[in-house]
C-alpha cells in the first residue's frame, strides 16, 4: 500500500515538476520582476516585457535541452 501511495506522490507531482532547471529559472524569473516592480520602480510596462521574453527563452532553453536529450540517445 506505502508503495502505491509513493509511487501516486511521485506521478502527481511529476506534473508539474518535471523539469527542475525549468522551475528553478522560472522562480527566479519572477523574483527578478517582483524585485523590479517592488524596490526598483520601474515601468510596469518594461517589466512585463522582460518577464514575457524571460519566459520565452527560458522555454525555449528547456525544449532545446529535452530535443538534444532526445537525440543523443539514439
Do not use: P, T, Y
Not at 16 to 43: M, N, P, T
Amino acid at each position: 500500500m506505502m508503495n502505491i501511495l509513493k509511487l501516486a506522490f511521485r506521478e502527481f507531482f511529476g506534473m508539474f515538476i518535471d523539469d527542475g532547471a525549468l522551475v528553478l529559472a522560472a522562480l527566479l524569473l519572477i523574483a527578478v520582476v517582483g524585485v523590479l516592480v517592488k524596490f526598483a520602480h520601474v515601468v510596469a510596462l518594461l517589466v512585463a516585457v522582460l518577464f514575457l521574453l524571460g519566459c520565452l527563452l527560458i522555454l525555449a532553453e528547456s525544449v532545446a535541452r529535452a530535443a538534444r536529450k532526445k537525440f543523443q540517445r539514439k
